[in-house]
């Protein structure tokens, strides 16, 4: 345990992606610095066009402009890719609507720093807080969810939480490989499951979206199933695109 | 059983259909790695009209009592094969389009820092 004291401290980021969120932008950011000092945040702007990056900026976070909207897979990535390049050794992504609750972010890091994990999922259905979505979605959610545990082998309450952290591990196989589009978050545990990274599901409290509403209209979160659906079988099937370095 | 009239249509059709793709070509409109299998099924097509005993065989092999039906099935399969092969064009398209933004946002990013403080530049890459 000396020897884990005397390694420099990891270096945090938080990756917020943003599509229209000049309303809360700023206080994701503040929470954020206000709940563990030690991140820097980068905001992924998903070409906004209510100012949300001059908010994001003017708070003083690290600002990433894509030049068109590459929906919630691929802003994320950018992300990613950031991370990966400089040097961050730990990433958590965290939602730019205030959904995701930045008490809790010491909660679904602690896998990561400690070396249980390579991806931290953070499950509003794993015992703690209130979060219920309801009907179709919580339908869709638990479907998602068991068709995911059983593929991986491992049980998950909850793959469509976008409340993640990750290591470097993770971190250059998402920068490589990342699904585009809605509902990644399905995917990408998937993905993460037949690299064999270690998937730690931790319980976390989330509020309710504070503005707006989901993004998704109801032919386009069919579309969006049935596109995860065939995704997640085809890659049972896909071989590896790349080889992930051991473990350290 | 093959009427005259429908191979000499179907032929005319098929010399009219390469002509336009040669045009494009020609005029830039169309590369040619793109053309190679629409002149392959203008030529297929052209070649089962002109040659009826060709389509005559093909029809009876496959079962199909009119023999110029067995020329839309051949078309049909290969205009198939076309749209089959633009759609793996446009996924690998839009797979490359992904890359590029997100490597004109990392880029951009670091200009900007770059050109607010020119001093750091060193601890900026890494």
Request: aromatic content about 8%.
């Given at each position: 345990?000396?020897?884990?004291?005397q390694?420099?401290?990891?270096?945090?980021i938080?990756?917020?992606?943003?599509?229209?969120e000049?309303a809360?932008?700023?206080?994701?950011?503040?929470?954020?610095?206000?709940?563990?000092?030690?991140?820097?945040?980068?905001?992924?702007d998903?070409g906004?066009?209510?100012?949300?990056?001059?908010?994001?900026e003017?708070?003083?976070?690290?600002?990433?402009?894509?030049?068109?909207?590459?929906?919630?897979?691929?802003?994320?990535?950018?992300?990613?890719?950031?991370?990966?390049?400089?040097?961050?050794?730990?990433?958590v992504?965290?939602?730019?609507?205030?959904?995701?609750?930045s008490?809790?972010?010491?909660?679904?890091?602690?896998?990561?720093?400690?070396?249980?994990?390579?991806?931290?999922?953070?499950?509003?259905?794993?015992?703690?807080?209130?979060?219920?979505?309801?009907?179709?979605?919580?339908?869709?959610?638990?479907?998602?969810?068991?068709?995911?545990?059983?593929?991986?082998?491992?049980?998950?309450?909850?793959?469509?939480?976008?409340?993640?952290?990750l290591?470097r591990?993770?971190?250059?196989?998402?920068a490589a490989?990342?699904?585009?589009?809605?509902?990644?978050?399905?995917?990408?545990?998937?993905?993460?499951?037949?690299?064999?990274?270690?998937i730690?599901?931790?319980?976390?409290?989330?509020?309710e979206?504070?503005?707006?509403?989901?993004?998704?209209?109801?032919?386009?979160?069919?579309?969006?199933?049935?596109?995860?659906?065939?995704?997640?079988?085809?890659?049972?099937?896909?071989?590896?695109?790349?080889?992930?370095?051991?473990?350290? | 059983?093959i009427?005259?009239?429908?191979?000499?249509?179907?032929a005319?059709a098929?010399?009219?259909?390469?002509?336009?793709?040669?045009?494009?070509?020609?005029?830039?409109?169309?590369?040619e790695?793109?053309?190679?299998?629409?002149?392959?099924?203008?030529?297929?097509?052209?070649?089962?009209?002109?040659?009826?005993?060709?389509?005559?065989?093909v029809?009876?092999?496959?079962?199909?009592?009119?023999?110029?039906?067995?020329?839309f099935v051949?078309?049909?399969?290969?205009?198939?094969?076309?749209?089959?092969?633009?759609?793996?064009?446009?996924s690998?398209?839009a797979?490359?389009?992904?890359?590029?933004?997100?490597?004109?946002?990392?880029?951009?990013?670091?200009?900007?820092?770059?050109?607010?403080?020119?001093?750091?530049?060193?601890?900026?890459?890494?």
């Amino acid at each position: 345990m000396t020897e884990a004291d005397q390694t420099p401290p990891k270096r945090q980021i938080a990756i917020v992606p943003a599509l229209n969120e000049a309303a809360t932008i700023g206080r994701v950011i503040q929470e954020i610095r206000a709940a563990d000092p030690a991140f820097e945040i980068v905001v992924v702007d998903d070409g906004s066009d209510d100012g949300t990056g001059a908010v994001a900026e003017a708070a003083g976070a690290r600002l990433l402009i894509l030049p068109f909207n590459l929906g919630i897979g691929g802003a994320v990535q950018t992300g990613f890719r950031y991370a990966l390049t400089n040097g961050f050794d730990v990433a958590v992504q965290i939602d730019g609507d205030g959904q995701h609750d930045s008490s809790q972010l010491r909660v679904i890091l602690e896998p990561l720093i400690a070396g249980e994990a390579d991806l931290v999922i953070g499950s509003r259905y794993a015992g703690v807080g209130t979060y219920r979505a309801r009907g179709m979605r919580r339908v869709g959610q638990r479907l998602f969810a068991s068709i995911v545990s059983l593929l991986i082998r491992q049980p998950l309450t909850d793959t469509s939480s976008s409340f993640r952290a990750l290591n470097r591990r993770s971190l250059s196989l998402f920068a490589a490989d990342y699904p585009h589009g809605f509902l990644e978050t399905v995917e990408a545990t998937v993905l993460a499951g037949k690299y064999r990274l270690r998937i730690k599901e931790v319980p976390v409290t989330m509020r309710e979206r504070e503005t707006g509403s989901t993004s998704l209209t109801i032919p386009l979160s069919l579309f969006y199933s049935a596109k995860v659906l065939l995704a997640v079988f085809v890659s049972m099937f896909r071989r590896p695109a790349l080889r992930l370095e051991e473990e350290p | 059983m093959i009427p005259f009239r429908v191979s000499v249509v179907a032929a005319i059709a098929a010399i009219i259909f390469l002509l336009v793709i040669f045009e494009l070509i020609r005029s830039r409109k169309l590369q040619e790695r793109y053309a190679l299998l629409w002149l392959i099924t203008g030529g297929v097509i052209l070649l089962l009209s002109v040659w009826r005993d060709a389509l005559r065989l093909v029809a009876e092999q496959i079962g199909i009592a009119y023999p110029p039906s067995a020329l839309f099935v051949v078309g049909f399969l290969f205009i198939l094969a076309v749209l089959l092969h633009y759609s793996t064009v446009i996924s690998e398209l839009a797979e490359r389009n992904v890359m590029l933004a997100q490597d004109i946002a990392l880029l951009e990013e670091r200009l900007r820092m770059q050109e607010a403080h020119p001093a750091e530049e060193r601890a900026q890459g890494a």
